[in-house]
């Protein structure tokens, strides 16, 4: 796939997520989650979305959509999602078949693995590369910041999973950010910090 661009008007809108594990029970378990029932859960979860993705927004979603592979589920569920969504293949969206070809249209796009450049004045050099897959790397492109998902870090994750920390590699999981997904500029600046404190 060809590597996307976006300017810094777009980045404004860019928002990045995984692991939302839409209509699933056992997560709440298994990470932890503060919800009662998977209802609830999928009712925080989309409100979550919305109050921070505008109608135009666009989301890159590392993967572990939804456990479930009834495509009218998966159709009403993102229709009550704001943006656009770049979904990359999780190891549940593959075994949920979201891969299907009669599936696969209801996200703007899908994939195994992103590679995009945002252009932005205030950063050095003049733009910022990104690479988003499900899992985590140990090595990667040089020169990109690696999102990834996965292994549900985060303050009340149970996970087993750990991933050395890295000052170019981040968990974008909602069990890392509150439930909710999070801005270019937050990243951005999430990143600047953490890389200054080097």
């Given at each position: 796939?060809k ?6 008007s777009?980045?404004?809108?860019i ?10 029970k ?11 029932d ?5 009712s ?7 109050k ?33 969504i770049?979904l ?11 891969d ?17 450049t945002v ?8 733009h910022?590369?990104?690479i ?12 990109y910041i690696?999102?990834f ?19 170019m ?14 801005s ?14 080097l």
């Amino acid at each position: 796939m060809k590597p996307l661009t976006f300017t810094m008007s777009e980045a404004e809108k860019i928002f990045f997520t995984s692991d939302t594990h839409f209509f699933h029970k056992n997560i709440i378990d298994f990470c932890n989650r503060p919800y009662g029932d998977m209802q609830t859960m999928n009712s925080a979860l989309i409100m979550n979305w919305n109050k921070v993705v505008p109608k135009d927004g666009i989301v890159f979603h590392a993967g572990d959509f939804a456990m479930t592979a009834n495509k009218e589920y998966i159709k009403e569920l993102i229709s009550q999602l704001n943006g656009k969504i770049y979904l990359v293949f999780g190891n549940h969206d593959y075994q949920n078949r979201l891969d299907r070809v009669d599936v696969k249209p209801l996200f703007h796009q899908t994939s195994d693995m992103y590679q995009f450049t945002v252009l932005d004045d205030e950063l050095e050099g003049g733009h910022i590369n990104f690479i988003i897959t499900h899992y985590p790397f140990l090595f990667w492109r040089r020169g990109y910041i690696h999102l990834f998902g996965h292994i549900h870090s985060g303050p009340n994750s149970t996970s087993k999973d750990k991933v050395p920390y890295h000052p170019m590699r981040y968990d974008i999981g909602v069990d890392a950010w509150n439930y909710t997904p999070v801005s270019y500029n937050i990243m951005k600046n999430h990143i600047k910090k953490m890389s200054e404190s080097l």
